[in-house]
């Protein structure tokens, strides 16, 4: 395997790891190999988009949103992701959204140092916005039942939100 693939297979796994994924995506492109980057254009829309994450699914418990990310990515800076989750009852159980502070905290749905973005109340109606506003992994979480959403619900992803390329 020569470096350009290694490098190429390297970026894919960090692509993968975080929802970057390029199936069924319009990418006409090829791998430069002197830098080691893809070449070629993505065929963005012009507008950043408004993603319901877990589609139909909504957030909720069970559901494997590192599936899903990696199936709805990419995601671009200015995308807005909307949690939709029901206000809590007797029926219902809470959730939340927190975004966690690192990859091993993700890892280990460690929520000491996370910060919660919406509370238990806030998915009803239109569901709670969140924004990609920066060029960053961003770790999103369900912080319910001290980590038993995280670790045994599936109800984490990552995101690290590309440029548009035109
Ligand atoms: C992909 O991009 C090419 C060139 O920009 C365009 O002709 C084609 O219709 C696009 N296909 C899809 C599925 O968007
Ligand atoms: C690959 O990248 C180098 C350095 O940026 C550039 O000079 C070259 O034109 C690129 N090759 C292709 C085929 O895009
Ligand atoms: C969730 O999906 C990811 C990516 O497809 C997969 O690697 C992982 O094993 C799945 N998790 C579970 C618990 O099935
Ligand atoms: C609890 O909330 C769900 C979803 O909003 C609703 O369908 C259900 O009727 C509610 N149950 C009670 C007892 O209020
Ligand atoms: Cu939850």
New binding site residues.
Partial sequence: MGLGNARALVFLVAMSMFGIGMANKNFSGDWNYTTGWPYGHWNPTQSSKRIIVGGSENWRFGF?Y??WA?RNGPFFINDKLVFKFDPPNDTTHPHSVYLLSNFWSFQNCDFRRAKVIAQVTQGGGEGFEFVLKRWQPYYFACGERKGLHCNNG?MKFAVWPLFRWY
């Fill in positions: 494997n590192t599936d990696i599936m």
